[in-house]
């Protein structure tokens, strides 16, 4: 069931109906039921595999938090990673192992297995539950229900935000009464995603996908043009689904945390991961980064810590070389954006803000952020060389052809400019005035109606 589809609409009205009719206590009964059959909707047989880890992580977190010897606790932590680590190497990597060692010369079989949908983002969650309460950042979770529905929210059950147990676990015990200006944010932000869905991001499929799939009757000039849009592309599905997440829950009362802030305006690398999944980023930063010493170690090695985070990071992401190239190109990013810094310092430079220079910084960082997503996007890593390398080549002069007509293509450069002026200026809409409210949610769910790409397609993060 995706968030652009007639049944989730039908589900999520007869969903937050019932949430309000029933009593508060009884309320996570219907969020589990209700997710359980949001996710079944995909592949049913994987909800054991869910529910198997659920168990697991529960008990886990239960024997870490009443268990005091400190090894003893560890123990119980190990097997709690082990565990949603090891499912996640079975189904989403041990093919792509397989492979290498048979290119290597080995014999080994591969498995007939699909990935199950949302795998490493719930897997994750889950880690982050057991990693607090070892570290007694959180309580453990006595009632079984409410774990499991802090795990299966379907809001953002498939592809986040990735939350922590501090921010979301307390909200599921509360009494969360109808409140009008509450919903009409959250309808808001769910009209809004939608909107970058299904007008945006679903249309410039229609040109990014086809020159992606034939890169070798595509000239540079289209190569170079879809990548751009790409980058728009990834941005407004991924973030249009967390908007719908968000906004879905919100409707409910319950606060999920923001996972975009305008990446595309950033003035740096670094500070495009501060705004870009920033779920993911902040778990790689607390659970990974900062055990590793983060920077706070000889300047070597924190260089090193930056660069095997944003490999795992890319690994992440896909069993495949070229996310572990995306990752990695990010790495050498940022790595090269702290030797430039440290360089400037040293030699006294001093970094006043300045319009032109603010400009200047966030088109070098979309050129850099849109090179990497190549890799990506590319169907493999052969064809994404192929692509830089034509790209790079800077032959422009031949002609650019795309699936669509000049007229789609200016209303995709249009769309992209609404949302990046809607971005800058107006971080959010006014709720208050009933009937300013009203005149922006039909209208966004109007164009969606009459500009939207309307063809079931999933979410890109759904495959991860």
């Not at 937050?16 to 969020?31: D, E, H, M, N, Q």
């Not at 010369?105 to 889950?126: E, N, V, W």
Request: net charge positive; charged share 15%.
């Amino acid at each position: 069931m995706v968030f652009n589809s007639l049944q989730f609409l039908l589900f999520y009205i007869l969903v937050t109906i019932g949430y309000f009719l029933l009593p508060s206590r009884c309320r996570w009964i219907l969020l589990l039921g209700a997710s359980i059959y949001f996710y079944v909707a995909f592949v049913p047989i994987y909800i054991l595999i869910l529910g198997g880890t659920i168990v697991i992580d529960y008990l886990a977190g239960i024997y870490i938090e009443k268990t005091l010897d400190p090894k003893r606790r560890k123990r119980f932590l190990i097997l709690s990673i082990i565990t949603n680590v090891g499912i996640l190497c079975v189904f989403k990597y041990y093919n792509f192992f397989v492979g290498n060692i048979n290119e290597l010369g080995g014999h080994m079989l591969y498995l007939k297995i699909l990935l199950p949908i949302g795998l490493s983002f719930h897997t994750f969650q889950a880690m982050s539950y057991t990693i607090e309460v070892y570290r007694g950042n959180q309580k453990a979770e006595r009632h079984f229900g409410i774990y499991a529905v802090y795990i299966m929210f379907y809001p953002q059950l498939v592809a986040g935000p990735i939350e922590r147990p501090q921010n979301v676990l307390h909200q599921f015990h509360k009494e969360h009464r109808f409140n009008l200006e509450q919903f009409k944010s959250g309808l808001m932000q769910m009209a809004f995603g939608l909107f970058k869905k299904v007008v945006i991001a679903d249309r410039i499929s229609l040109l990014v996908d086809p020159v992606y799939a034939n890169p070798h009757q595509s000239s540079a000039l289209s190569l170079a043009v879809a990548t751009c849009l790409y980058s728009f592309q990834i941005y407004c599905d991924f973030s249009g689904y967390s908007d719908i997440g968000i906004g879905a829950a919100r409707t409910m009362g319950i606060d999920l945390m923001t996972n975009f802030r305008s990446p595309y305006l950033s003035r740096s690398v670094n500070e495009f991961w501060t705004r870009w999944h920033i779920s993911l980023s902040t778990w790689f930063r607390d659970y990974v980064y900062i055990p590793l010493g983060g920077n706070r170690v000889p300047v070597p090695r924190w260089f090193l810590n930056l660069f095997i985070v944003f490999l795992i990071s890319g690994f992440w992401h896909g069993a495949n070389w070229t996310f572990i190239i995306w990752g990695a190109l990010h790495g050498v990013f940022l790595i090269v954006e702290i030797i430039k810094n440290i360089l400037l310092k040293k030699a006294g430079y001093s970094f006043r803000p300045n319009v032109l220079k603010s400009i200047f910084q966030v088109i070098i960082t979309f050129i850099l952020v849109s090179f990497a997503w190549i890799f990506f996007r590319a169907a493999d890593i052969h064809s994404a060389f192929y692509i830089t390398q034509k790209i790079l080549s800077f032959n422009l002069s031949g002609p650019a052809n795309f699936a669509i007509d000049y007229f789609e293509l200016a209303f995709i450069v249009g769309t992209i400019a609404f949302l990046l002026l809607k971005e800058h200026f107006f971080t959010g809409f006014a709720m208050r005035n009933n009937i300013l409210f009203v005149c922006l949610f039909a209208g966004l769910l109007l164009s969606c109606y009459l500009f939207g790409v309307f063809n079931d397609k999933q979410f890109i993060y759904f495959q991860f």
